[in-house]
């Protein structure tokens, strides 16, 4: 099945400076790579999401790049606010079951007005 | 609207009750999820829900036990809980059953068992 390492597991930024958080996974049939964001007391919400059809993908301050050679997968964050504090999670898909994605164990990013 | 909600909110049950947890979404949305999560942990999937059938189950005990009225509706029911069963419960939708497709989550209900 699917592997899916995530790094850091903890980051403290100040506002205004970039994050960066990393996974690699293991199953090189993976096409499908999302991001989510899980604020306090609230289920996980997608913030950005690449194919394996693209190398990067652009929201706003928000993005993703993909490197399928090396099997992983980074989401980027520029000029970060204090409301970008929250837990992220990456998944990739799990083609042995299918509807089943394997979630990274999260990132806790705080960001330091 | 894209939204799935869950009641309750929050839920206290003793080891002797029955219970059950509901989730909706009006999106049209063919599969529905029943995840786990406990705390500084990801989500962790229990059943998924494939046109209404049940497509996968994650080897989860008998004493949690889903359903799906119909296309808008999911429903865990509990029976016979443990305190390590106690966890935030999220559901969520996606418009297929393919880890392909976003899924949405709702807020979760947080489960407490004494």
């Known amino acids: 099945g699917e592997n899916v390492e995530q790094h850091p597991s903890t980051l403290s930024v100040q506002e205004g400076d970039s994050a960066v958080i990393k996974c690699t996974y293991s199953?090189?049939?993976?096409?499908?790579f999302p991001w989510y964001k899980q604020e306090l007391g609230k289920g996980p919400q997608l913030i950005i999401d690449i194919r394996s059809n693209v190398g990067e993908k652009k929201d706003q301050r928000i993005a993703v790049t993909l490197n399928k050679t090396a099997k992983h997968f980074s989401l980027h964050i520029t000029e970060t606010q204090p409301e970008d504090s929250a837990v992220y999670f990456c998944?990739?898909?799990?083609?042995?079951?299918?509807?089943?994605?394997?979630f990274g164990d999260g990132t806790t990013l705080t960001v330091k007005p | 609207d894209t939204e799935v909600t869950q009641t309750p909110k929050h839920l206290v049950m003793g080891m002797t009750n029955k219970k059950s947890l509901k989730c909706e979404q009006h999106?049209?949305?063919?599969?529905m999820y029943w995840y786990k999560q406990k705390a500084k942990k990801p989500p962790e999937l229990m059943f998924v829900?494939?046109?209404?059938?049940?497509?996968i189950n994650e080897s989860v005990p008998s004493r949690f036990s889903p359903e799906c009225p119909n296309s808008s509706l999911l429903n865990l029911h509990l029976h016979a809980l443990q305190p390590e069963d106690s966890a935030l419960y999220l559901c969520?939708?996606?418009?297929?059953?393919?880890?392909?497709?976003?899924?949405?989550f709702g807020p979760g209900t947080r489960l407490t068992v004494t």
């Open positions: 969520a939708s996606s418009q297929a059953p393919a880890p392909t497709y976003e899924q949405y």
């Open positions: 199953d090189s049939a993976s096409n499908y």
């Open positions: 998944a990739a898909p799990t083609f042995t079951n299918a509807g089943k994605s394997t």
């Open positions: 829900y494939s046109y209404e059938k049940l497509s």
């Open positions: 999106m049209g949305h063919r599969a």
